[in-house]
């Protein structure tokens, strides 16, 4: 059984048909990628399976338990977390406090909460950085703050919505080498929104590819660059006829 199963999931905005019949299968341990040019619907879809906006049709399970009709924070405190696109740090609470209101969820063992928070912190590298409060980090630190009050639920699945967004190179390679430090230490599942292909390729062991709503390809990295459907959504019909 996947630890996350998504089953024909559809979702229409009036006349626009957002997510079209999507299956994805992601299993313990695998870092997924999500590929697919602006507007194919990739946000969409984290906002349907992390409840905030609800699906017309279709499955959502999470080792095996129905998300469908669930509200984000159950769906949280059922082992999904997930950061966005945009930061949305707590404002005018420490970096200590937003990780600490990660922690009050169900699947957080008892304990000292503090302790647990600044450990986390230290673990994306915002270690001394506690009592800054979050809006005035960096936006790279920012990013790792999400990341930290993500996993401060203890999640089963962490999705990362475009988390190099906005960085320049140096970032994004630390943030690249924290992102697999955490699958590799932590055996952490990961699916990946990314733009930025060039870390993107080096990080996921598979791509399900969309546009327009709908999977056109799923394969490794290496099968995706190849695919003709998914050259044709990044460079469009003619220049891709034109480069075969």
């Known amino acids: 059984m996947s630890l996350l199963m998504v089953k024909n999931l559809d979702k ?4 626009l048909h957002a997510v079209k019949n999507v299956s994805i299968n992601v299993e313990q341990g695998e870092i997924v990628g999500i590929l697919g040019p602006n507007g194919a619907g990739k946000t969409t879809l984290y906002n349907l399976l992390t409840g905030f ?5 279709g499955e959502i399970r999470l080792n095996g338990r129905s998300l469908r009709g669930l509200a984000p924070h159950k769906i949280v405190g059922l082992g999904m977390a997930r950061t966005f696109q945009l930061c949305r740090p707590f404002v005018g609470m420490s970096v200590l406090e937003n990780v600490r209101v990660g922690s009050l969820g169900p699947r957080v063992p008892a304990g000292d909460l503090d302790s647990r928070a600044r450990g986390l912190l230290a673990d994306v590298g915002l270690k001394g950085k506690e009592d800054v409060p979050a809006e005035q980090l960096s936006y790279g630190d920012q990013r790792r703050l999400e990341i930290a009050r993500a996993l401060a639920t203890e999640p089963l699945i962490l999705l990362l919505d475009e988390p190099f967004a906005g960085l320049g190179s140096a970032e994004i390679a630390e943030l690249s080498a924290l992102i697999r430090r955490l699958h590799s230490q932590k055996g952490l599942t990961i699916l990946l929104i990314e733009h930025k292909l060039r870390e993107f390729m080096k990080l996921v062991a598979r791509v399900v590819a969309i546009d327009f709503g709908a999977v056109i390809a799923t394969g490794t990295p290496e099968e995706i660059v190849a695919h003709p ?3 044709e959504a990044y460079i469009g019909r003619q220049e891709a006829e034109h480069a075969a």
Do not use: C
């Not at 229409?12 to 006349?15: E, I, L």
């Open 229 to 231: 459907g998914v050259i």
């Open 53 to 57: 906006i609800p699906a017309d049709s």
């Open 12 to 15: 229409r905005f009036g006349g």
